[in-house]
């Protein structure tokens, strides 16, 4: 399932990238979707797991919202719904195949390398952060976020305003990401997620 696949992908792929550089986020609020994974360094790179037991009826909306804020857009899917997926999504998305051997272990394979996103929303973007991200840019706390963002229009071009975005998403989640990268060994694989949003300690979680 899900779980299983988000947490294969990690070890494979986020756990080997330092969070001083890359910080990797679960779930992510992206307009009225949310990202499965999104990895943030110099670009934000989201990828959207469907599996087996999902189906691709919500797929146009969340890849909709995802280009409006973020950089590079993938879908990860079985081995076996390949054909599937490449007749329905746009060809700047990329696409991700995994594949489980005997013993359960999953490994991924790049099919598709996407696009760079050239039409993301700055509007989009700075709506999705809070005010106080919003205040942090600004530096003016009396002004309601309406009103931080139109300034933030005002100022900044779309280039600086994605950059903006982005070192917003990583400030915010950095935390959340190194106690889960520096404490991965100490955690069960299904329990990443969970661990990511709480930071608690293993010893009392597993006591």
């Known amino acids: 399932n899900e779980t ?7 070890e494979r792929v986020s756990f080997k990238k330092s969070p001083k550089s890359t910080v990797t986020i679960f779930e992510l ?6 990202a499965d994974i999104c990895m943030v360094n110099g670009k934000s790179i989201v990828y959207e797991i469907k599996t087996e037991y999902d189906t691709y009826n919500r ?3 969340q890849i909709r919202d995802y280009l409006k804020l ?3 857009v993938n879908v990860i899917v079985p081995k076996s719904q390949l054909d599937n997926i490449l007749k329905i999504i746009p060809d700047d998305i990329g696409v991700i195949f995994y594949t489980q051997n005997r013993v359960g272990n999953i490994s991924f394979k790049e099919y598709k390398q996407p696009k760079l996103n050239e039409n993301i929303d700055s509007l989009a973007q700075l709506s999705q952060l809070t005010k106080k991200e919003l205040v942090n840019i600004i530096c003016n706390n009396n002004l309601p976020k309406d009103r931080l963002i139109d300034i933030a229009l005002d100022i900044y071009d ?3 305003i994605n950059n903006l975005f982005r070192e917003s998403l990583k400030l915010k989640y950095f935390e959340k990401w190194n106690f889960l990268y520096t404490n991965q060994k100490d955690l069960y694989p299904l329990d990443y997620q969970w661990f990511f ?3 608690l300690s293993t010893e009392t979680v597993y006591k």
């Open 4 to 10: 299983v696949i988000k947490s294969a992908f990690l």
């Open 29 to 34: 609020n992206s307009g009225d979707s949310r």
């Open 59 to 61: 797929l146009d909306n």
């Open 70 to 72: 973020h950089d590079y």
């Open 158 to 160: 779309k280039t600086e």
């Open 197 to 199: 949003k709480n930071n």
